[in-house]
Nanobody, 136 residues
């Protein structure tokens, strides 16, 4: 499995960016995929996820209403649309994903949408990241 992110860049506060993550060797039937970010001096944090088994998305509170995760199974690409960007969104953004028949059931049984990000931290395949910088 190989995940390659793109679309990062420098944007002013309030601006928008669309990140892309293209997956190869990835089964887009049963899968979990998500976006994480890591700012300098801070721990990596989960931003958004999508679980194919139940079609649910999850967003961390600080990006709800501003970020949208979506998938294009034909293009084998996952997107993160980011709007109303803030300086605190500045970070290296990573895509992580996993696929397989074990994911016919959502991580955690689907009771907790945040379980997808926890699953990816342990079992996910990772890209190398794309830098997003939001200037004030």
């Amino acid at each position: 499995v190989q995940l390659v992110e793109s679309g990062g860049g420098l944007v002013q506060t309030g601006g928008s960016l669309r990140l892309s993550c293209t997956a190869s060797g990835f089964n887009f039937r049963y899968y979990v995929i998500g976006w994480f970010r890591q700012a300098p001096g801070k721990e990596r944090e989960g931003v958004a996820s999508f679980t194919s088994a139940d079609g649910k998305t999850y967003y961390r509170d600080s990006v709800k209403g501003r970020f949208t995760i979506s998938t294009d199974n034909v293009k084998k690409t996952v997107y993160l649309e980011m709007s109303s960007l803030k300086p605190e969104d500045t970070a290296l953004y990573y895509c992580a994903g996993d696929s397989g028949n074990n994911l016919r059931v959502p991580p955690g049984g689907g009771e907790n949408p945040a379980a997808a990000l926890a699953y990816l931290k342990t079992f996910g395949h990772w890209g190398r990241g794309t830098q997003v910088t939001v200037s004030s």
